[in-house]
């Protein structure tokens, strides 16, 4: 049984770019958060998604925006790329009360 | 609001000795989680406690939660260099998202 992918696993962009991350989540589950950790931080929430419905927002602008699919994949795009969102992006999947995270996807902004 | 603390934020263990990891959150909630991350790597779940007095143990490892206190503890008994990794304590304050603290960085000499 697959757990949590997401991809790519590594990613380099320039300032002022846009990106694209995906996360297929774990079979069974329904809901999709999306978390970024910076070097040295605990992770912090992006937002959940749920039924292809944005369910919750945290505090993240506007550049950040998500979709989920009908099969409950899900992807986060990032616009216009800064510098300090190079990070960890954890996508988790949910059905219930448990969460399963994927290995993730480390993007760097030059 | 949301605050989630952890404490101490790095620890130096020596091999066969007993720790304890404090995670203190400032509003109510009955769910708390203990995710370990290794270096690069995604978040690796170890314990979801879901009630107050929850104690759960896994190897060297065990988890309790005292939700009147607002505090959970991880103690690991005589650790071994294994268990070098980060560990975080995770708060879901509502449905829909986990608030995660700054995370503990044990690192385990001989």
């Known amino acids: 049984d697959a757990g949590v992918t997401q991809s790519p696993t590594h990613l380099i962009k320039t300032r002022g770019q846009q990106v694209t991350l995906r996360c297929s989540p774990k079979s069974g589950h329904d809901t999709v958060s999306w978390y970024q950790q910076a070097l040295g931080q605990g992770p912090q929430f992006i937002f959940q998604y749920y039924e292809e419905e944005e369910r919750q927002r945290g505090n993240f602008p506007d550049r950040f925006s998500g979709h989920q699919f009908p099969n409950y994949s899900s992807e986060l795009n990032v616009n216009a790329l800064l510098l300090g969102d190079s990070a960890l992006y954890l996508c988790?999947?949910?059905?219930?009360?448990?969460?399963?995270f994927g290995s993730g996807t480390r993007l760097t902004v030059v | 609001e949301l605050k989630v603390e952890q404490n101490p934020l790095f620890l130096s263990m020596q091999e066969g000795k007993n720790y304890t990891i404090y995670c203190n959150y400032s509003?109510?909630?009955?769910?708390l989680y203990w995710y370990r991350q290794d270096p690069g790597k995604s978040l690796e779940s170890l314990f979801v406690l879901l009630s107050n007095g929850a104690v759960k143990q896994e190897g060297r490892l065990m988890a309790s939660l005292d939700t009147k206190a607002r505090l959970s503890t991880l103690h690991i008994t005589a650790a071994v260099h294994d268990l070098s990794a980060t560990y975080f304590c995770a708060v879901a304050f509502s449905d829909y998202k986990l608030s995660f603290g700054a995370g503990t960085t044990v690192t385990v000499r001989a």
């Open positions: 509003t109510t909630s009955d769910r």
């Open positions: 988790a999947s949910s059905e219930g009360r448990g969460y399963t």
